[in-house]
């Protein structure tokens, strides 16, 4: 429950003692790198999903990259993207010599619009990125059509919609290879990391052949990715999040959280270190454990979006993802469409509830890609109005109904 001194933080990361325990024990048994709770894991991900091959990587931008150059494209060939979306999609699609092309989203999904992607094929365009925004999946069947009338490949982008499904079917096993990030915030972190998933065998295959190339973490990194993750988890804790964060946040109206969760790539310069690197066994015990609790903490999240839509579904001029019955979107953010953002945020803030603005770009309209780009208006709109709000599954009922009457108190006082 909200009072006056504790204070919600916008995402909480858990940790337990287990990850110190394993830490430790794996470093005197030299099993930080290698060791077979990576097929493990990797097994255990692709029969989740219902998919015969799952491939662990360093992080979901290398998954994408791997992917790409498994499929032993040309280069300049073009893969469409939908403009909303987060920039490390299109340059990992630059990385491997590709080009990205930006189309439009739905502005009732916030997921690629199928209707206007027809204008951007052409010769060159060799597959489509199905972006799964914040959880909620694509249209598979309209985006499967298109692609058979072309002959283009589907990849979907799984790394906001772990568990989500479509028409019964789990999304990542709709298109020739999906991918999925385990980084810090999502529903299944191992404090960094990505999957590959597809039921082609020559695929992952390459993509293992490209990993064998790769190195290592080194014990130091490892360490350091354990110290981030604890300190996440304990800055991240309500009580001291309240004392120690927010009046940082709240005094001094400075926002350095994100890039605690999110590191942005450059385009520019030499390809980072991180396509380089492979998964550790390390994570692989986090990764492990995490999955026993996957399906009932998407539950509680579940439930507490569902709680704030019907609490904030008749305020005007806030619009949030629209979907039928038929799909179950698993709200790694509870996305919200609103005016005056930035000022809407300050006022929740004032009142206890920290929120973040979107993390995703216009990237269409980002100075690398703009040269060659088109307008992406829907994009554009969501990218300076989207905001999220709390809905992590460690909070209770009150506690979202405290949200929702804050939310919607500061919408009324906003105009």
């Given at each position: 429950?909200?009072t006056?001194l504790?204070?919600i933080?916008?995402?909480r990361?858990?940790?337990t003692?287990?990850?110190?325990v394993?830490?430790?024990?794996?470093l005197l048994?030299?099993?930080?790198k290698e060791?077979?709770?990576?097929?493990?894991?990797?097994k255990m991900?692709?029969?989740?999903?219902?998919?015969?091959?799952?491939?662990?990587?360093?992080?979901?931008?290398?998954?994408?990259?791997?992917?790409?150059?498994?499929?032993?494209f040309k280069?300049?060939?073009?893969i469409?993207i939908p403009?909303y979306?987060a920039?490390?999609v299109?340059?990992?699609v630059?990385?491997?010599g590709?080009?990205?092309?930006?189309?439009d989203v739905?502005?009732?999904?916030f997921?690629?619009?199928s209707k206007?992607i027809?204008?951007?094929?052409?010769?060159?365009?060799?597959?489509?990125?199905a972006t799964?925004i914040?959880g909620?999946p694509?249209?598979?069947d309209?985006?499967?059509k298109l692609?058979?009338?072309?002959?283009?490949?589907?990849?979907?982008?799984?790394?906001?919609?772990l568990?989500a499904e479509y028409?019964g079917?789990k999304?990542?096993?709709?298109g020739?290879?999906?991918?999925?990030?385990?980084?810090?915030?999502?529903?299944?972190?191992s404090?960094g990391?990505?999957?590959?998933?597809?039921?082609?065998?020559k695929?992952?295959?390459n993509?293992?052949?490209f990993?064998?190339?790769c190195?290592?973490?080194?014990?130091?990194?490892?360490?350091h990715?354990?110290l981030?993750?604890?300190?996440?988890?304990?800055?991240?804790?309500?009580?001291?999040?309240?004392?120690t964060i927010?009046?940082?946040?709240?005094i001094?109206?400075y926002?350095f959280?994100?890039?605690?969760?999110e590191t942005k790539i450059?385009?520019?310069?030499?390809?980072?270190?991180e396509?380089r690197?492979r998964?550790s066994?390390?994570?692989?015990l986090t990764?492990l454990?995490e999955?026993?609790s996957l399906?009932?903490n998407?539950?509680?999240?579940i439930r507490n979006?569902?709680i704030?839509k019907?609490?904030?579904k008749s305020?005007?001029?806030?619009k949030f993802q629209?979907?039928s019955?038929?799909f179950?979107?698993?709200y790694?953010d509870?996305?919200?469409?609103?005016r005056?953002?930035?000022?809407l945020?300050?006022?929740?803030?004032?009142?206890?509830?920290?929120?973040?603005?979107?993390?995703?770009d216009?990237?269409s309209s980002?100075?690398?890609f703009?040269k060659d780009s088109?307008?992406?208006?829907i994009?554009n709109k969501?990218s300076?109005?989207?905001?999220?709000?709390?809905i992590?599954?460690?909070l209770d009922?009150k506690?979202?109904l405290s949200i929702?009457k804050?939310?919607?108190?500061?919408?009324s006082n906003?105009k």
């Open positions: 429950m909200i006056m504790i204070k933080p916008r995402r990361i858990d940790f003692p287990s990850d110190i394993d830490f430790v024990r794996s048994l030299n099993r930080l060791g077979r709770e990576i097929g493990r894991f990797e991900f692709a029969k989740y999903l219902g998919a015969k091959y799952a491939m662990s990587t360093y992080s979901g931008k290398q998954a994408l990259y791997l992917i790409l150059k498994s499929l032993n280069k300049g060939d073009e469409l403009s979306t920039s490390s299109p340059i990992s630059f990385y491997a590709l080009k990205p092309t930006f189309v739905d502005p009732k999904t997921n690629i619009n206007l027809e204008k951007r094929i052409n010769k060159k365009t060799k597959a489509i990125i799964h914040h909620l694509c249209d598979m309209a985006l499967s692609c058979a009338k072309h002959g283009l490949y589907i990849i979907e982008d799984c790394a906001h919609a568990g028409k079917k999304i990542g096993c709709f020739k290879a999906s991918f999925f990030s385990l980084g810090f915030g999502k529903h299944l972190s404090f990391g990505g999957v590959i998933v597809s039921n082609d065998r695929l992952i295959k993509a293992r052949k990993m064998r190339e190195e290592s973490p080194s014990n130091l990194e490892l360490l990715k354990l981030k993750t604890i300190s996440l988890s304990i800055f991240t804790n309500p009580l001291i999040f309240s004392f927010y009046p940082i946040l709240h001094f109206n926002d959280i994100t890039n605690s969760f450059s385009p520019y310069g030499k390809i980072p270190k396509y690197k998964f066994n390390i994570q692989s990764a454990r999955m026993k399906d009932i998407l539950h509680w999240r979006a569902s704030l019907r609490e904030c305020l005007r001029y806030v629209e979907y019955n038929s179950k979107h698993t790694l509870f996305a919200v469409f609103v005056n953002r930035e000022r945020m300050k006022r929740l803030l004032t009142e206890g509830v920290d929120t973040q603005q979107t993390w995703l216009d990237c980002l100075p690398f703009i088109h307008p992406t208006p994009s969501l300076k109005g989207v905001l999220y709000l709390p992590d599954p460690w009922e506690a979202i929702a804050i939310f919607k108190s500061a919408i906003i």
